[in-house]
């Protein structure tokens, strides 16, 4: 039986290339790609990310191949994208404290989501979280998402984030304990020297947010603690690290490898890589 394999995009810009390298990873080992966003809205990818003329201004050069803009613009063009899952849909809503009958609401909220997370776990063998800017808005504090990342961990299902989507696997935590996912953890993911200082955009936004609202690579030495490691691996072409279950891919040039490597945990077993 073919692996499946949930992808899921912000609706405020996924960066091309950080889709397309995992799904063409998956697409060449037959697997079943489902997609789905926050709230079942059409994902749509960065326009830097389909220009091979845009310099990155970290990096004073193209980080898109002209290849690779073709790749990531057909994808974006296509009707796989059409129709993803809703995240809102699927998994319920924590209620805030504040509600009139709150423990009844947190017991209701409980039941319902251990069965929403049954079925949507049960139906996944690998959870993919894609990268760009987009992420930052509508992924990164997203409690429903935190959710089904647990969800995941629980079933030592592997999870591939990238980029500013590994933000996503710091945030989530058990209420109980509070403590990151991450700790311990040998990680990869944006680091400070490739931040923009300028221009960060989203789709459908128009303002210029300047530079990314959090340094990432300062939140993920936190959250992997003293026993673990953020690996920015600056000056490399390519940093990916493996440390089961999660695969994390620092970012554009990191996708492929990223997507290969998540094939990998899956196929061999590969629970440790990069570090």
């Known amino acids: ?44 990818a960065l326009p830097p990310s389909l220009d091979a003329d845009y310099i990155d201004p970290p990096l004073g050069r193209s980080v898109t191949t002209r290849d690779m803009a073709r790749r990531a613009a057909e994808l974006d063009a296509s ?32 039941r319902r989501l251990d069965s929403a997370l049954t079925d949507l776990v049960s139906g996944f063998d690998a959870l993919v979280i894609v990268g760009g800017s987009g992420p930052i808005v509508d992924l990164a504090n997203n409690e429903r998402l935190h959710e089904v990342v647990l969800g995941f961990v629980a079933a030592d299902k592997p999870i591939l984030a990238e980029c500013y989507g590994v933000a996503v696997l710091a945030f989530a935590r058990d209420l109980e304990s509070r403590t990151s996912l991450l700790w311990g953890k040998h ?33 993920l030495r936190d959250a992997t603690g003293p026993d673990g490691a953020f690996h920015g691996n600056v000056g490399k072409e390519t940093s990916v690290i493996v440390d089961h279950p999660f695969v994390t891919a620092r970012s554009t040039p990191d996708s492929e490898l990223g997507g290969r490597k998540l094939v990998e945990v899956l196929e061999d077993g590969l629970r440790r890589y990069g570090w």
């Open 79 to 110: 009707d796989r994208l059409d129709n993803p899952l809703s995240l809102q849909s699927l998994v319920p809503e924590r209620p805030y404290y504040s509600a009139l009958n709150h423990l009844r609401e947190v017991e209701d909220y409980h």
């Open 187 to 219: 990680v990869t993911g944006h680091p400070k020297e490739y931040d923009y200082k300028d221009g960060t955009g989203f789709i459908g936004v128009e303002f210029n947010m300047g530079p990314p609202p959090y340094p990432l690579e300062y939140i």
């Open 1 to 44: 039986m073919s692996k499946r394999i949930l992808v899921v995009l912000s609706e405020y810009g996924y960066w091309g290339e950080e889709l397309v390298g995992p799904v063409e990873a998956f697409d060449a080992r037959g697997y079943q790609v489902t997609f789905m966003t926050p709230t079942g809205k059409r994902a749509q």
